[in-house]
């Protein structure tokens, strides 16, 4: 179990729920992508306050911490039923709870990368996933010299494998970090295999059928964003009125400004 499932358990009726691939997924009630975003940057400002033993924290104060404004952040919580105490605020322990248990934490998830290279290597020996719930429990690779390393603990296995690793270890996220080219072949057989959430880190568009979730990791796109806000900002042109303008818009940025690291 991870220490993140561990410690967002307090009572018997929060009981963790074994997952499997096929389990139905607690599906979001409604909740705006842009505050999914968000709550993973609520969490990690949470788990900071619980381990300095902070008990609760005004929202002024949370929304600080997570780098967001106060009513952008009562509004994302209220989603979750979470409103705070007038005058006390929000309980930071069970506040890390709700947090966690939305984003689907207080269970651990495996999780398979193909693509043996330099990104999934570097993603397999990063130690941060498990202590988040999430088990890197397979690395596949189609390459024969590549097959077999030891990486991470792990022997790299032959791509021809996944169905069966999807099945022996429960494998419910699936990574790609091949050659573009690959990708879409490598989705397609994580998808049949009963796959239905996927980290793409390919350069591509991956097509997929309406009930899997892919999420694109691009780096060079958030370079290009941050890019364009030095830009603006050499130009004298994002003040803090148009940062607060943005925060306040974030679902929908103002015409020709691409969403900051902050509001997505
Ligand atoms: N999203 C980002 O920010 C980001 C950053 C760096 C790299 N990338 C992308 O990640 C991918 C991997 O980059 P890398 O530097 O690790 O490349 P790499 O060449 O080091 O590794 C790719 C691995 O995929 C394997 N592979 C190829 N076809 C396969 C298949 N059909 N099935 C299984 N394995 C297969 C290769 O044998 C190789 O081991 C590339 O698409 C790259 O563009 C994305």
Redesign the pocket.
Known sequence: MSALAESVLPTADQERTPVTSRTPRPRDRGIPEATVARLPVYLRALQSLSERGIPTISSEALATTAGVNSAKLRKDLSHLGSYGTRGVGYDVEYLVYQVSRELGLTQDWSVAI?????????LANYGGFGSRGFRIAAL????PN?VGDKVAGLSVRH?DTLENVVEAEDISIGV????????Q??CDRFVEAGVTSVLN????VLNVPDDVDVR?????I?LQILAFHEQRKADGDVGPEWIEALEASADDPPRGMPPTPRNI
């Open positions: 193909v693509g043996a290279g330099n990104l999934g290597r570097a596949l690779d189609a390459d590549v791509i790609i970090a091949t050659p573009a080219a690959a990708a072949r490598v880190f390919a350069p591509v694109k990791v691009d780096l060079s958030e």
